[in-house]
């Protein structure tokens, strides 16, 4: 048995600042994904995944038990597949900000949910944010707090538009350029990252009035620019608004960046060759990189490995 393929996701912008209603882009990534499968033999590798799943499983019959109205699962079916070694086959890599939770949710929620929400019905404003929710709760499991938008990506498998917390919608965005020299690419830090610790720092720092008024005037300003640039596919407009967020965020953000990325990320400000930006919470996994000219980007970071996700 094998279930359908769920992607993994990129948030182009708007990491930390959805948590406080800037605008946000978040796109499939199809390089990456994940599906349920079932290993009767239950090999070794399997069935550490299978436990966890275990677990998951228990987490979610609590939700169904507490939360009937706002989703309920097979789950009989769900321990039955379960027993005979289910288990998630996924190349995403976890740690890495590209929603390695979030494609699994969304294939639990794709098997297992009674009167689930399909992507094939029309998809109004209230659906969206129904979804949004259930799976905001489901992979609390993962996370701690989650927003539940990783997952929504991952099961639409469409962009999405984050306007605010309460106003979602599938975004069209430009069609890519197929020899365009400008690219958003994905530069591996060579280390993993927990999101819990960084979204504590953030909470810790939103204490401060500086750090507040940072968030509002510079760094939603600008997240909520680029999103629209991006939309508008202003490229010229894009890149002031990205070398202003690439500073707002090296200056503020210090924590969420590996100290050895720090002085790569202030040379591609100073250079232009490329502008660096937080991929998801940072403090490990990938960094998003933007550049007008892939082959400058290359040759300036070519010491590193680089993945190109999205050619203008």
Same mark, same amino acid.
Request: charged share 25%.
């Given at each position: 048995?094998?279930?359908?393929?769920?992607?993994?996701?990129?948030?182009?912008?708007?990491?930390?600042?959805?948590?406080?209603?800037?605008?946000?882009?978040?796109?499939?990534?199809?390089?990456?994904?994940?599906?349920?499968?079932?290993?009767?033999?239950?090999?070794?590798?399997?069935?550490?995944?299978?436990?966890?799943?275990?677990?998951?499983?228990?987490?979610?019959?609590?939700?169904?038990?507490?939360?009937?109205?706002?989703?309920?699962?097979?789950?009989?079916?769900?321990?039955?597949?379960?027993?005979?070694?289910?288990?998630?086959?996924?190349?995403?890599?976890?740690?890495?900000?590209?929603?390695?939770?979030?494609?699994?949710?969304?294939?639990?929620?794709?098997?297992?949910?009674?009167?689930?929400?399909?992507?094939?019905?029309?998809?109004?404003?209230?659906?969206?944010?129904?979804?949004?929710?259930?799976? %905001?709760?489901? #992979?609390? *499991?993962?996370? !701690?707090?989650?927003?539940? +938008?990783?997952?929504?990506?991952?099961? @639409? &498998?469409?962009?999405?538009?984050?306007?605010?917390?309460?106003?979602?919608?599938?975004?069209?965005?430009?069609?890519?350029?197929?020899?365009?020299?400008?690219?958003?690419?994905?530069?591996?830090?060579?280390?993993?990252?927990?999101?819990?610790?960084?979204?504590?720092?953030?909470?810790?720092?939103?204490?401060?009035?500086?750090?507040r008024k940072m968030l509002k005037d510079q760094f939603?300003?600008?997240?909520? %620019?680029?999103? #629209?640039? *991006?939309?508008? !596919?202003?490229?010229?407009? +894009?890149?002031?608004?990205?070398?202003? @967020? &690439?500073?707002?965020?090296?200056?503020?953000?210090?924590?969420?960046?590996?100290?050895?990325?720090?002085?790569?990320?202030?040379?591609?400000?100073?250079?232009?060759?490329?502008?660096?930006?937080?991929?998801?919470?940072?403090?490990?996994?990938?960094?998003?990189?933007?550049?007008?000219?892939?082959?400058?980007?290359?040759?300036?970071?070519?010491?590193?490995?680089?993945?190109?996700?999205?050619?203008?």
């Open positions: 048995m094998r279930g359908p393929l769920f992607y993994s996701k990129i948030l182009l912008f708007g990491e930390y600042g959805i948590i406080k209603d800037s605008k946000g882009l978040s796109i499939p990534y199809n390089f990456y994904n994940g599906a349920l499968k079932i290993d009767a033999d239950k090999s070794e590798a399997t069935q550490k995944s299978n436990r966890n799943l275990q677990r998951f499983a228990d987490y979610l019959k609590k939700v169904s038990d507490q939360q009937p109205e706002l989703v309920s699962f097979d789950l009989d079916r769900m321990y039955s597949d379960i027993d005979e070694g289910l288990y998630f086959d996924s190349s995403i890599p976890q740690g890495y900000g590209v929603g390695s939770s979030g494609a699994l949710v969304a294939a639990f929620y794709d098997k297992y949910a009674f009167d689930k929400i399909t992507v094939l019905e029309n998809l109004t404003r209230e659906k969206l944010l129904q979804l949004k929710a259930i799976f %905001a709760e489901m #992979e609390s *499991f993962f996370h !701690g707090k989650s927003s539940g +938008l990783d997952p929504l990506n991952s099961y @639409l &498998s469409l962009p999405i538009l984050i306007n605010s917390k309460d106003n979602i919608e599938p975004a069209g965005i430009p069609s890519q350029t197929e020899n365009g020299k400008g690219a958003v690419f994905l530069l591996d830090s060579g280390s993993i990252g927990e999101t819990a610790p960084m979204v504590q720092i953030f909470m810790e720092n939103m204490k401060k009035d500086g750090f939603v300003k600008h997240t909520d %620019a680029c999103v #629209e640039d *991006f939309l508008k !596919g202003d490229v010229n407009s +894009l890149f002031g608004n990205i070398k202003q @967020l &690439s500073k707002v965020v090296l200056e503020n953000f210090k924590p969420m960046i590996p100290k050895e990325f720090h002085k790569l990320w202030k040379k591609g400000i100073d250079t232009n060759a490329y502008y660096l930006k937080l991929c998801g919470s940072g403090g490990g996994g990938y960094m998003l990189g933007f550049t007008e000219d892939i082959e400058k980007a290359k040759e300036a970071l070519k010491d590193y490995k680089l993945e190109v996700v999205y050619n203008f």
